[in-house]
């Protein structure tokens, strides 16, 4: 069996989801959102690889998917929040056993953010209408706050607020539907800005005191590659995998 051990961590939220969904792309339509404790960690990934063999090589789940097996796999968030680990499920078929959904499904797969110190739905993995290719959108709910929020600073003039906000944004993972929405927030800023404060429907301004906070944003989508795992020459010393993490935790609590 292989060693939950050697599972390798993600360096980051935004390579979480690249994972997932390159994996969904792939065929791997079924899946299952949940947390572990993250004391419990490795005994959860052990027992999913023994009840769904999450853990095998490239190589091993091609000949389960051509012997007609159903192939799974598991993603761990970044890193644990809260005392708890969030992870996504997915397969090729539904898993005996777990209660999965379809991403095809009238209820997409949804991933969490740690927000307001607790892990919550945030972003959602749909196909692009124009393009057909999977991409993560902010779900609906949180895509409302976050307009509402920078719409509410505008319109009050809190250009302080409006900064942070807006540069906030600018650190979202830029998938091609966040990238969409959050350009949507922008000019729907940009607009009231126009006609509260210059009268201008176009939304035209001279220097609008928070315009600075747009200079570091994304000029276009992520590329479709994005580095996955974590490196030690860029990374430092974070831990690279799942019993790394766990030997760092274990010495801390010592």
Excluded: C
């Amino acid at each position: 069996m292989p060693d939950p051990a050697d599972y390798r961590l993600y360096r980051s939220q935004t390579a979480v989801m690249a994972a997932i969904r390159q994996a969904v792309a792939k065929g791997y339509r079924y899946y299952l959102v949940a947390t572990t404790p993250e004391e419990k960690a490795l005994g959860a990934v052990a027992k999913l690889h023994e009840r769904h063999r999450v853990l095998l090589s490239p190589e091993a789940r091609r000949a389960r998917k051509e012997a007609g097996l159903p192939v799974a796999q598991l993603f761990l968030g970044p890193e644990p929040r809260g005392g708890v680990w969030p992870y996504v499920l997915v397969a090729t078929k539904r898993l005996e056993g777990e209660e999965m959904r379809s991403a095809e499904g009238k209820v997409p797969l949804r991933w969490v953010a740690w927000r307001n110190e607790a892990w919550l739905a945030t972003y959602e993995l749909r196909k692009d209408g124009d393009t057909g290719r999977w991409t993560w959108y902010l779900t609906e709910a949180f895509y409302r706050e976050l307009l509402e929020e920078a719409l509410h600073y505008a319109r009050k003039g809190d250009w302080p607020r409006l900064v942070g906000h807006l540069k906030t944004l600018g650190n979202l993972p830029m998938f091609g539907g966040i990238f969409h929405q959050v350009q949507d927030i922008r000019r729907r800023v940009q607009k009231l800005w126009g006609d509260t404060h210059l009268r201008s429907p176009s939304g035209q301004w001279k220097a609008p005191p928070w315009r600075k906070a747009l200079e570091d944003w994304p000029k276009r989508p992520l590329a479709a590659s994005v580095y996955l795992y974590v490196d030690p020459a860029v990374d430092g010393d974070r831990p690279r995998t799942l019993g790394e993490w766990w030997e760092a935790r274990r010495k801390e609590g010592a």
